[in-house]
Nanobody
Framework: HVQLVESGGDSVQTGGSLRLSCSISGYTYRRYSMGWFRQAPGKDREGLARISLGGGRPYYANAAKDRFTISQDNAKHTLDLQMSSLTPEDTAVYYC???????????????WGQGTQVTVS
C-alpha cells in the first residue's frame, strides 16, 4: 500500500515561488504515473502535471504550463512540484496522487495524499 505525504504549502505573495514535495512510502511499480492535482475554494479538483515513474517526459495541463515543473527523485522517493509566478488564482489545496498511466483525468487517480495548502495574496 502506497502512502503519500505532501509538504511545502505556505502563504506567499503574488509573483512568488514555492516548492511542494511529496514523500512516497510503500511499494510503487515503475509502470505507475504520479502527479499533482489541486482544488481551489468552490471549484472542482483539477490535474496539473504527471510523470511516469518509469521515465519519459512529464505532461502539464494548461494551468501549469511554463510556470510549474514536476520532478521525481527515485532514490529519495519524493515527487516535487516547483511553482513560480504565483497568482491568487493558484490558491488551493495541492494533492500528490498516484495515477493510471497516460492520463491526468480525475477518474485516473487511484490514490490521494492528504493535501497541503497554498495561499497566494
Amino acid at each position: 500500500h502506497v502512502q503519500l505525504v505532501e509538504s511545502g504549502g505556505d502563504s506567499v505573495q503574488t509573483g512568488g515561488s514555492l516548492r511542494l514535495s511529496c514523500s512516497i512510502s510503500g511499494y510503487t511499480y515503475r509502470r505507475y504515473s504520479m502527479g499533482w492535482f489541486r482544488q481551489a475554494p468552490g471549484k472542482d479538483r483539477e490535474g496539473l502535471a504527471r510523470i511516469s515513474l518509469g521515465g519519459g517526459r512529464p505532461y502539464y495541463a494548461n494551468a501549469a504550463k511554463d510556470r510549474f515543473t514536476i520532478s521525481q527523485d527515485n532514490a529519495k522517493h519524493t515527487l516535487d512540484l516547483q511553482m513560480s509566478s504565483l497568482t491568487p488564482e493558484d490558491t488551493a489545496v495541492y494533492y500528490c496522487v498516484v495515477l493510471n498511466p497516460c492520463s491526468l483525468s480525475l477518474a485516473s487517480v487511484t490514490q490521494w495524499g492528504q493535501g497541503t495548502q497554498v495561499t497566494v495574496s
